[in-house]
């Protein structure tokens, strides 16, 4: 509400609501539900996901070799691909892929099959070795804590298996006579059941495989009917996004976890532990388990190592060697070959992974990163899905304009100065004030205006900001250009050619207010001699202090939303005493039509309207040149 001296009667263009929302969105609000999620109850969500998780592990006889099928088309898609653009056909390129994938696959694992019997027939020649490591650990600890603590562990149990009373003769064992299992309609003996079976899903899913890659485009049509033409663009979009980075990232962590079983197996075998293929065969298939696959491979050929070697010095070298080939690929293949990120946060992927052994069980371990990827995907198109992918994306959780506010109202100004400091690693200074700064401080006026703040919290966050702005590093100045300014006199004795004055009127508000000391940032020391005006100044104060200061340059501050009117009435009073002077009115974070508010503030003598702090910092340097440019000479018209 305008006080009386400020009321016009002339109209002004009222302001809705919706133009005055900050222009950045959070990342839960840019997958908000659309009205197809008005077609279910919310409540239904819960049931229906219990429904399903149920239905994963009861079923998951069926639905892994699927879900294996699933991603191995996935990887082999663009191999296919290739191979039709060499103009081979759809089902040779098919027969192509399946049978050198799975050929290479069943030949690794035979071999791998092999080594590991041959393996387990020789452990026991290593017994020499493992004995002498065994006494070098007992001389190790031999009269030290261990000794100690084994010896106390020893008592307890020792004590623990004392009989209580007296002794009693331990009952008859039962007998018990087991026969052969055997069915008169099942001719092969029922203990090969489990193997038949998993033999079985091998070859369903490579079936499933093949009709999947030949028929790839039906299925796609088929997956588009069922979700409907209604939701035709929502579904292509998520296959095809889904389509790329799946195959991508599924193609890439096989090649770069390909390379990593080469290269432990070469490296292994130069060092002389036994075996070497079939560890690196294990430490590619182990790398598919996130995070702790590596170590896990590592273990084996560690161990091995020390059974077969005399010493120590070659199981330090395999432990060295695991952790150099894992550091040189995080560091340099997986950045150039992921490309981008799977799109999941590295907690969601151990959460999920724990989500999916518990549900698949070691199938499940191995599977759980590309299938994370899918849910999130697929959830980032429903809109009764949006809760995972807030939960599981690597995309940050709130804007960083969000999160700084919330800080902010928290007082916590301590970390509101980490997320700038976090924020000017990849973004400029100007950056760092129009899409943080000013959104912020739009958010705490309307916020304000709609009774979600007291009058303590909204200055709780101007004055946060003002802080924060008095710290940072003005990205205008230099050491040279500060020593000068601490010596310069002041504006009123400089000439007009080397320092411009300019004069801040905050329209409406303290938001107004560290706004322009915002943009005051954002401008040259040396053109600029800046003054901000208080906010609390009444509008009739700011208007003579016009007449005295004489400025070149007046600088209106309205940060929605409101203030229109404010800046219109400053605007006309300004123009009124001080025809000459230019006047510059920033209109900061509005996001509706500016067209209609720059009419408006056109019309009540503003010379120029600024959406942005850039854009007002570059119509300053436009209205210095068009007040420092000479005036035409007048033109002389001689009557005929």
């Known amino acids: 509400m305008l006080p009386p001296m400020l009321r016009e009667p002339a109209k002004t263009p009222v302001e809705t609501p919706t133009a005055e929302i900050p222009p950045t969105t959070t990342a839960t609000e840019q997958f908000a539900p659309s009205r197809y999620s008005q077609t279910l109850p919310s409540w239904i969500f819960l049931p229906s996901a219990v429904l399903v998780i149920a239905i994963l592990y009861w079923a998951q006889e069926v639905l892994v070799p699927i879900a294996i099928a699933v991603l191995l088309t996935f990887v082999l898609s663009p191999i296919v691909s290739a191979l039709e653009r060499l103009n081979l056909g759809r089902i040779v390129s098919v027969t192509i892929s399946v049978l050198l994938a799975f050929t290479i696959l069943l030949a690794v694992g035979w071999l791998a099959a092999r080594q590991i019997a041959r393996l387990a027939n020789e452990l026991p020649l290593y017994r020499r070795n493992i004995q002498a490591k065994i006494a070098d650990l007992r001389d190790f600890k031999k009269g030290g804590a261990l000794e100690k603590v084994e010896q106390t562990v020893e008592d307890v149990k020792s004590e623990l298996s004392k009989p209580k009373g007296p002794s009693k003769e331990a009952p008859p064992r039962e007998v018990v006579i087991t026969g052969k299992e055997e069915s008169a309609f099942w001719p092969i003996p029922l203990a090969t059941g489990p193997m038949i079976a998993r033999l079985a899903a091998v070859g369903f899913a490579i079936v499933l495989v093949i009709f999947m890659l030949i028929q790839r485009e039906e299925l796609r049509n088929r997956l588009i009917r069922i979700f409907g033409y209604s939701r035709l663009t929502v579904t292509t979009k998520a296959l095809e996004e889904a389509g790329q980075r799946i195959s991508r990232y599924l193609l890439a962590q096989f090649l770069i976890n390909t390379a990593f079983g080469v290269t432990v197996g070469v490296v292994l075998a130069l060092i002389g532990v036994p075996y070497a293929l079939l560890w690196g065969f294990l430490a590619m298939v182990l790398r598919f388990i996130p995070y702790v696959g590596p ?346």
């Open 295 to 640: 170590w896990a491979a590592a273990f084996m050929p560690t161990a091995l190592s020390l059974a077969y070697f005399p010493g120590w010095i070659t199981s330090f070298i395999v432990v060295g060697a695991f952790v150099l080939i894992e550091l040189v690929i995080n560091i340099l293949l997986e950045p150039r070959f992921y490309g981008e990120s799977a799109g999941v946060s590295e907690i969601a992927i151990l959460v999920m992974a724990a989500f999916w052994t518990w549900l698949w069980g070691p199938v499940g371990l191995m599977m759980a990163t590309p299938l994370t990827v899918c849910v999130v995907v697929f959830a980032k198109y429903v809109p009764e899905m949006t809760f995972i992918t807030v939960l599981l994306s690597d995309a940050p959780a709130m804007e960083p304009y969000v999160n700084y506010y919330q800080r902010m109202l928290a007082s916590d100004q301590d970390e509101g100065e980490e997320i700038v400091d976090e924020y000017l690693k990849n973004h400029s200074a100007p950056e760092l004030y129009d899409q943080v700064f000013i959104p912020a401080l739009s958010r705490a006026k309307n916020d304000r205006r709609h009774n979600h703040l007291t009058e303590k919290d909204e200055h709780a966050v101007y004055d946060g900001t003002r802080a924060i702005l008095e710290d940072l590093e003005d990205p205008q100045k230099n050491s040279t250009a500060e020593d000068t300014l601490a010596e310069a006199p002041s504006f009123d004795s400089l000439a007009p050619e080397k320092t411009q004055h300019v004069l801040g009127f905050p329209a409406d508000g303290k938001a107004d207010e560290v706004a322009l000391l915002t943009l005051e940032k954002l401008l040259d020391s040396m053109r600029y001699k800046t003054e901000i005006l208080s906010a609390d100044m009444l509008a009739s104060e700011m208007v003579s202090l016009v007449q005295q200061k004489q400025p070149r340059l007046i600088c209106i501050g309205s940060v929605a939303p409101g203030g229109l009117a404010h800046a219109r009435y400053l605007c006309k009073r300004i123009r009124a005493r001080c025809p000459e002077v230019k006047i510059l009115v920033g209109r900061w974070g509005f996001s509706g039509n500016l067209e209609n508010a720059r009419a408006t503030l056109t019309s009540a003598g503003a010379d120029r309207i600024a959406s942005t702090l850039l854009e007002a910092r570059d119509h300053l340097t436009q209205l210095i040149q068009l007040r420092t440019e000479p005036s035409p000479a007048p033109t002389r018209h001689i009557a005929h």
